[in-house]
């Protein structure tokens, strides 16, 4: 049974693995920088630290309490999950004063690549000590491929923790993944307390997992209350009103005065109050084309794009938002003249990443008008490439009109 026990161990540590990084990365990602150096910047830290971890084997060769040492990992990583959740929220705040400001590029670097250290040099250490104590349960001629089995279980952990995240976790919350995560590291150790007999100090022990079982409950039965709470540090100077995850990242509203301010992956999307901005954006290329019938508006437009381009009276309205569940809850803080601009006949929503239905778009445009913020995540990206202009030159009639837009560092404040 103990045999079956460390197999199951180094599954629940595959999808521990596997979920806390991805969580953690989004995390950091929405705090800090959301571009694909960023993401190279945090595994490059996971896999530093993970090593740093995993070489502490000489030690646990010759430690004759490796079952308690396993034990210990899964009751410490369980606890700092949800820990380093808040640690990252935290830490936007005391690197930023602005609202809406990115904190600067040297000390986010700093602060991503430290802050997870202590759970990947767990995650690593656990790895060699379930490896170490395997050992006990092998034949003498099966101990050479000893590794590889260890290696097999926790692989087969990570393909399980991709499969629960994508179909199922990718829209909780941060806290209610972290709930199920405590879950499953406490199964792994009530196990090896009822089916081993290695296991010392058994009442120490029970109270650890009392105490972990609590806070995993908490994490539960609070999750939108720690959430929110949480999630708020990110904003600092603004009220965080709501805040949930979507296949594409997280969303977030956030108040400051009597304005809603509208976030997507730490990333601001608009504000309810850019009629300035709107109406640069929609007429100079409206006036640029003899008889606008038929738009393609692409990005951000709930906040008054669409309530400009409906004055020239056109007849179609394609509107892509870069995620459109950010449509869906802006929906709710938006004053009913611009909701009007949602719910018109004539404005056609494409709920769903644009580049997989630009084939079966219409190829007869006016005009087109790409609002999306500067390419600096991997999600936003792709709407500024080579590729994707000769894509959107094929839906353009030959007098037809696309525009799109940059902010230049002309347009930001500096001290």
């Given at each position: ?5 460390l ?10 693995s ?8 989004r ?34 060769k ?9 034990v ?8 700092l ?11 936007k ?5 602005t ?9 986010s ?35 050479d ?22 179909f ?11 709930a ?17 007999k290695?296991l010392?100090?058994?009442k ?23 959430n929110?709470?949480?999630a ?15 296949i594409?990242?997280n969303?977030?509203?956030?108040r400051?005065?009597?304005?809603y301010n ?9 504000a ?15 006036l ?14 709930f ?43 004539r ?12 084939n079966?778009?219409?190829t ?8 999306l913020?500067?390419p ?7 709407y ?21 837009h ?10």
């Amino acid at each position: 049974m103990t045999s079956f026990m460390l197999s199951l161990s180094l599954i629940i540590l595959g999808i521990t693995s596997l979920v806390s990084q991805v969580v953690l990365t989004r995390e950091l990602m929405i705090s800090f920088y959301g571009n694909e150096f960023f993401i190279g910047w945090i595994l490059f830290g996971w896999l530093l630290w993970v090593g740093i971890g995993s070489a502490f084997r000489r030690f646990f060769k010759k430690c004759s309490c490796s079952l308690s040492l396993l034990v210990i990992c899964h009751l410490l990583i369980a606890f700092l999950i949800p820990l380093e959740i808040t640690l990252i929220r935290v830490s936007k705040s005391f690197l930023t004063v602005t609202a809406g400001q990115i904190p600067d590029f040297i000390p986010s670097l700093i602060v991503s690549l430290f802050i997870i250290a202590p759970l990947c040099i767990l995650l690593g250490a656990q790895f060699t000590v379930a490896s170490v104590y395997f050992k006990k349960f092998q034949q003498h001629n099966e101990k050479d491929n000893l590794v590889g089995r260890a290696y097999f279980w926790e692989a087969l952990g990570f393909v399980l923790g991709g499969l629960i995240f994508s179909f199922y976790l990718v829209a909780l919350n941060e806290f209610q993944i972290s709930a199920i995560l405590i879950l499953l590291n406490l199964i792994a150790v009530v196990g090896f307390l009822f089916f081993s007999k290695d296991l010392e100090r058994r009442k120490n022990l029970f109270i650890f997992i009392v105490g972990l079982f609590f806070l995993g409950f908490v994490c539960l039965w609070r999750s939108q209350q720690l959430n929110t709470l949480t999630a708020a540090l990110r904003f600092p100077n603004e009220q965080l009103v709501e805040t949930k995850n979507s296949i594409y990242g997280n969303l977030a509203v956030t108040r400051t005065g009597n304005q809603y301010n509208f976030y997507q992956s730490g990333l601001p999307s608009g504000a309810d109050k850019d009629d300035i901005l709107n109406e640069h954006l929609v007429h100079f290329p409206m006036l640029s084309h003899v008889n606008p019938q038929k738009v393609l508006l692409v990005g951000t437009g709930f906040n008054g794009a669409l309530r400009e381009i409906l004055k020239y009276n056109p007849q179609q309205i394609f509107y892509a938002a870069i995620d459109p569940a950010l449509v869906d809850l802006a929906g709710k803080y938006i004053s009913p003249s611009l909701r009007q601009g949602l719910e018109d006949r004539r404005v056609i929503i494409i709920k769903g990443d644009l580049r997989h239905f630009l084939n079966e778009l219409p190829t007869d445009f006016d005009v087109v008008i790409i609002n999306l913020p500067n390419p600096s995540t991997a999600l936003i990206n792709r709407y500024f490439t080579d590729d994707f202009f000769k894509k959107m030159r094929l839906h353009l009639k030959s007098d037809g009109v696309l525009s799109t837009h940059l902010a230049f560092s002309a347009d930001t404040v500096s001290v």
